[in-house]
Each structure stands twice: as C-alpha cells, then as structure tokens.
C-alpha cells in the first residue's frame, strides 16, 4: 500500500549518529576543512540534512521529485524547528546540482578544493538478517524477483542492477581526480554479496590507491 509522509513522525528512522561521526572524522581531519554548507543531493523528506543542519552553517537540500521542496521545509523547519535561514531547498536532480558544483570549482584551485571539500556517497541494500540463514534466502528470493521485474525494462535498470549489486565497486573514481578516497563496508560480513539483489555482475573499477574499510558488527 502505498503511504504519503506529512510529518517528521512518519519518517523512516533517521541514520545513526555513527553515520555522521564517521563523515565527519574524514572530513574533520582536512587541514582546511569547510564546515560553511553541505549540499544533500537526493534528500527526498530530509533526514540526512536534519543531522547535516547540527554541523554546517548552511544545508543545500535538493531533490528532483514534485513536491519535495514543500515538504522538506515544513519538516525542517515547520517541525524540527531548524531556522529556515540555514536552509536552502532547490528542485533539481544530481546532474544538474554536479554541474553547478563543477562551475563554482573552476573559481577554486584543485588543490585547495580537495583540502576543503568531501563528497560522500551513501548506499544501503536489503536487510540483512545475521544469523538466519534460511530466512536471508527468502529476503534474497523477494528481492530477486523484484530485480528481474525492474532488470527487464531496458538497459539503464539492468546497468543501474550491476551498480548496486557491486556494491557501488564498479563506480570509478580516478585517482587523478580523486583524493584519499575510503570505500567503508558497514556490517557485510567482508563481502559485497549483501548489496546485491540479483545476479548480475560488474567489473570492479576499485583503484589501488583507494582504501577499503570494513566495519563489522556496528550496532547501529
Ligand atoms: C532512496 S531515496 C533517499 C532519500 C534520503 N536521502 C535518505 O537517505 O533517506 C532517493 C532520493 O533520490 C531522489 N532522486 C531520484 N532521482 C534523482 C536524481 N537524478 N538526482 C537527485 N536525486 C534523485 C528521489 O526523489 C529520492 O528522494
């Protein structure tokens, strides 16, 4: 069935606190880390910007779906009582907030930029039931077969089905680029098989001089 969120208390569970420790931990250790705005690409009803809102002087949240822009605001502010000043609420998608990004970059050295500046990429996958077996195969039968409904209607969701089945490994990041770049595996058992939600398979594009971290057991 489906179901429409109108107020903080219908939202999903927030991330936990560990979430934003370990983001800020990274981005804290950056001789001249920014804490001026953080942009929440994709922030649908907020909850990632509501834990952004405590750190950053100003929270960028933007979203492409109708709708989003209105709720966000009287989630945020309206409910959670965040001063609408810290805010700024955009109807866009990812492609077009990158593009504005890369613009504002080219008035910023690279350098300065990787010292400044972090991009977070966050993914989560089906459940994960620790210690069922049998009960773990019937979730991976749910969303298999679900997989091959959404696999089966072109090429963009079978190549959208390997991205996430690999875990996000067969997203490149160059290390040209890219700087210090950490791939953490929260409670995976050391694999990327949770992430996946059928078979399909994806070159892994992981850099040699990327970092990979894998945390076990984290109890949020
Ligand atoms: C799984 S929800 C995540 C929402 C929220 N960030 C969270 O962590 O709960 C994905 C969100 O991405 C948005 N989205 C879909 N296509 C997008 C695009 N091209 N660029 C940015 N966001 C997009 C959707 O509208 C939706 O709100």
Redesign the pocket.
């Known amino acids: 069935m489906a179901r429409m969120i109108t107020t903080a208390e219908d939202l ?1 569970p927030v ?1 936990p606190p560990s979430f934003f420790q370990r983001i800020y931990a990274y981005h804290g250790a950056k001789p001249q880390a920014a804490w001026s705005q953080a942009h ?6 907020g ?2 910007s509501a834990g952004l809102a405590g750190k950053f002087d100003r929270v960028v949240m ?4 109708d709708g ?1 822009a209105a709720l966000g605001y009287k989630i945020m502010v309206d409910e959670l009582g965040i001063p609408a000043a810290k805010l700024a609420f955009l109807q866009e ?3 077009k ?1 990158s593009d504005r990004h890369r613009r504002c970059r080219g008035r910023v050295s690279p350098p300065a930029q990787s010292r400044r500046g972090t991009v977070v990429i ?1 993914y989560y996958s089906r459940p994960r039931i620790v210690g069922n077996a049998a009960a773990q195969q019937v979730w991976r039968g749910i969303f298999g077969a679900y997989a091959e409904k959404i696999g089966a209607l072109g090429a963009l969701y079978d190549r959208g089905l390997r991205i996430v089945n690999s875990g996000l490994e067969n997203v490149e990041l160059p290390g040209a680029k890219w700087r210090a770049v950490k791939r953490v595996y929260i409670n995976t058992g050391g694999s990327v098989e949770p992430f996946a939600l059928d078979d399909r398979t994806a070159e892994s594009k992981v850099g040699e001089g990327e970092e990979k971290i894998l945390e076990e057991a984290d109890e949020d």
């Open positions: 999903p991330y929440d690409v994709g922030t649908g009803t909850i990632v933007s979203d492409p779906n989003y998608g990812a492609e907030s966050a």
